[in-house]
């Protein structure tokens, strides 16, 4: 296959050309995801505020049902748990941290599925537009529909994989402190990436080999995955890396410096970082598709 960094570069490059190229994805996208918040913003923030009291987690996840927007107030809660002495006020604070912990694991459990909802949808026409190089209203329908129960299929083994991580994770953080437990967390997330991987990869090779046998199309990740480590572990964390600093850049820096009485200038922010986001995510997937044909 050649030089695996020349050819990682090839399929970044074009992946990120075509994304850029054909916006109908992107624009369609944007518009599923603006209508859902919509929807859903007012109960997801009242039962957030009920439970939690957290206004910005509400806010966050009512826009675009990002479980890793959470992830801040869950470590603040378990640092609470690990205080030192306890006392009557620690023990009701511990006691309110436990319930806010509980409640936001319980969000984001309704939160994983409500996010992958758009990939299953979604992701058939969006990857058989990337593998056909235009777009096309038909094709584009057409793929919703040919991929849509496979693709439901691997959303519910991606939250099945979230569950039983998030539940060994907070098993392993139960256990008594000792030399084994950082080691075994780490093991977790490992396996935790692989999977998601796995998953992801079988998306992008069941458009391009054609097959709605999703199980016949993780398999055949798995072995891509295997075969060619350098490309397929380097091309994920070359597009989730940025993915990830951008929540964070924003969700630190950004978004507490916008004051929301500015309106529609706070209101434009947001909305530009759901694109910058699902941009990232479109050109992630193309670049899937691309080093997966180059391999095959």
Same mark, same amino acid.
């Given at each position: 296959m ?7 570069w ?28 919509l929807v ?14 957290h ?27 690990q ?8 023990q009701?604070?511990?006691q ?19 996010g992958?909802?758009?990939n ?10 990337y ?40 098993? &392993?953080? %139960? /256990?008594?402190?000792?030399? @084994?437990? $950082?080691? =075994?967390?780490?093991?977790?997330? +490992?396996?935790?990436? !692989? #999977? ?8 992008a090779?069941?458009?391009?080999e ?8 993780l ?7 295997v ?13 989730t ?8 850049l ?13 309106g &529609?200038a %706070? /209101?434009?922010a947001?909305? @530009?970082? $759901?694109? =910058?986001?699902?941009?990232?995510? +479109?050109?992630?997937? !193309? #670049? ?7 391999w095959r």
């Open positions: 050649g030089d695996p960094a020349m050819s990682l090839k399929a970044l490059r074009d992946g990120i050309t075509t994304a850029t190229r054909i916006p109908a994805p992107l624009v369609l996208w944007f518009v599923a995801y603006l209508a859902a918040a859903l913003t007012l109960p997801v923030v009242t039962a957030l505020n009920s439970w939690v009291g206004h910005l987690a509400a806010r966050d996840l009512a826009r675009d049902f990002d479980g890793l927007l959470l992830i801040e107030p869950v470590l603040n809660s378990s640092a609470m748990l205080g030192g002495q306890i006392t009557p006020g620690a009701a604070e511990g309110a941290a436990s319930t806010t912990l509980l409640a936001m694991g319980a969000t984001v459990l309704v939160a994983g599925p409500l992958t909802l758009f299953a949808v979604l992701g058939g026409g969006v990857l058989l537009t593998a056909e190089g235009h777009f096309a209203w038909r094709r584009f329908l057409w793929g919703v529909w040919h991929w849509l129960l496979a693709f439901l299929v691997l959303a519910v083994l991606w939250c099945v994989c979230a569950v039983f991580v998030v539940a060994l994770g907070a098993g &392993l953080l %139960a /256990v008594p402190a000792s030399a @084994l437990q $950082i080691p =075994a967390l780490v093991l977790t997330a +490992l396996v935790y990436v !692989a #999977s998601v991987m796995t998953l992801e990869y079988a998306r090779i069941a458009i391009v054609g097959t709605r046998n999703i199980f016949r199309a398999g055949r990740a798995a072995a891509f995955m075969r060619q480590p350098v490309q397929a572990v380097g091309l994920y964390l070359l597009m890396a940025p993915g990830l600093a951008l929540i964070l924003y969700s630190g820096l950004i978004a507490p410096s916008i004051p929301f009485e500015w &529609l %706070a /209101v434009a947001q909305q @530009l970082f $759901i694109v =910058a986001r699902l941009w990232m995510r +479109l050109a992630h997937w !193309a #670049s899937q598709v691309a080093l997966y044909r180059q």
